[in-house]
């Protein structure tokens, strides 16, 4: 069973950044890649970014392309996502996810088994 605990999500001003961590539990993190999707009000939830099981191969939404980061650090278990260039429409809450079998990198939320709860993230015009 895997465990994903989000953090450091806040309210800050257009252009600010923020960095959002990912902890997991378990042995395996390094067996499979990490995805990092978002929800706004109202709206369906969105692919924002992934990163393979060694950090080697990344992909991002052509919305965040260019302004967001994902990294993982294997040793620690932990997933990464800095946001920099932040806009208001970047509002909306953070989730990073793990997939299932067969454990590929993809876009698709179907695909991911475990959740975490979620952290906020509110960028103010």
């Known amino acids: 069973q895997v465990q994903l605990v989000e953090s450091g999500g806040g309210l800050v001003q257009a252009g600010g950044s923020l960095r959002l961590s990912c902890a997991a539990s378990?042995?395996?993190?390094?067996?499979?890649?990490m995805g990092w999707f978002r929800q706004a009000p109202g709206e369906e939830r969105e692919f924002v970014a992934g990163?393979?099981?060694?950090?080697?191969?990344?992909h991002y939404a052509d919305s965040v392309k260019g302004r967001f980061t994902i990294s993982r650090n294997n040793a620690k278990n932990t997933a990464y996502l800095l946001m920099n260039s932040l806009k208001p429409e970047d509002t909306a809450v953070y989730y990073c996810?793990?997939?299932?079998?067969?454990?590929?990198?993809?876009?698709?939320?179907?695909?991911?088994?475990?959740w975490g709860h979620g952290t906020q993230v509110t960028v103010s015009s």
């Open positions: 990163v393979s099981w060694n950090g080697g191969t990344t």
């Open positions: 996810a793990a997939p299932g079998p067969p454990y590929e990198l993809t876009t698709t939320p179907n695909a991911y088994k475990y």
């Open positions: 378990g042995p395996t993190f390094s067996s499979y890649p």
